[in-house]
């Protein structure tokens, strides 16, 4: 071959590559950066999409129960307002009371819907819960209904920010004082957490009211809940250890182990952590 011969197929060739090459380029980068990009940027939006078979279950599961006196110690700070501020945010076993706070930006990172039955239709933050939970809600829930205890889920995952709205409402209605003792504070709602569920039945209007505690649905929940990790995190009479009334709507979720011994000796989950 001549060489004049081989220096033209030489550039012919390399005048067809660098399209192709660079139109490869142009297509990798148009199908997966933007991809990339809105699972970094969205974190504000909840996955609804996703199997929570499919993710691997949070390994924070307490196997034994022992002394626990020690466990509250290092899990907050003090902020510059002078207000606890919670450091062990995605433990299971988390203490959000009236003096321990979640911080204002901590949202769960495994909120899933659990397929459960609802009070509402719509897809939205409340229907969430931690991957955990929702597991052991859906379990919970398929036991009581083979046992024609239809429960339905009210009211699940709650942001800062949507917590905060609540609040400022009550304030406005009813003042601040009242509101103190119906509503939580925005960062000491165990909703903030995805580890809370209220829940109700048809027997009791799909409302969060004291009745639900005499339904059937209600003290079905009271005497199983626990063997499904659920603690009735409010109960009567415990206000002055709470902070709380009595909601016997609102169950929390804490492991199995931790919420039978809650259950067997009939205490609160301050007393179990040495908080109270
Ligand atoms: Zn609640």
Known sequence: ???RNFIVIVVVVAALIFPIRQAAINLFAEKSEPI????????????????IDDIPLYDNNIEEVEDMTDYLLDTTFVDDSGKLILKNTDDILVLVNKRRNLPSDYKPSDLVIPDVKFSFDDIIDKRHLRKEAAHALE????????????????????SYNTQNYLFENKVSKVGEEEANLLVARPGQSEHQTGLAMDISSKSANFSLIEDFGQTT????????AHRFGFIIRYKRDT????GYSFEPWHIRYVGVEVA???YERNITLEEFLGDA
Do not use: C, H
């Open 1 to 3: 071959m001549k060489k």
């Open 36 to 51: 990339l990009a809105d699972k970094i940027d969205d974190g504000e939006d909840l996955d609804t999409n996703v199997n």
């Open 139 to 158: 379990d919970m829930f398929r036991e009581a209904d083979n046992q024609n205890v239809i429960l339905y889920g009210v009211s699940g995952y709650r």
């Open 217 to 224: 649905e209600g003290q079905w929940v009271n005497e199983n």
């Open 239 to 242: 206000t002055d250890i709470t």
């Open 260 to 262: 039978t011994e809650i």
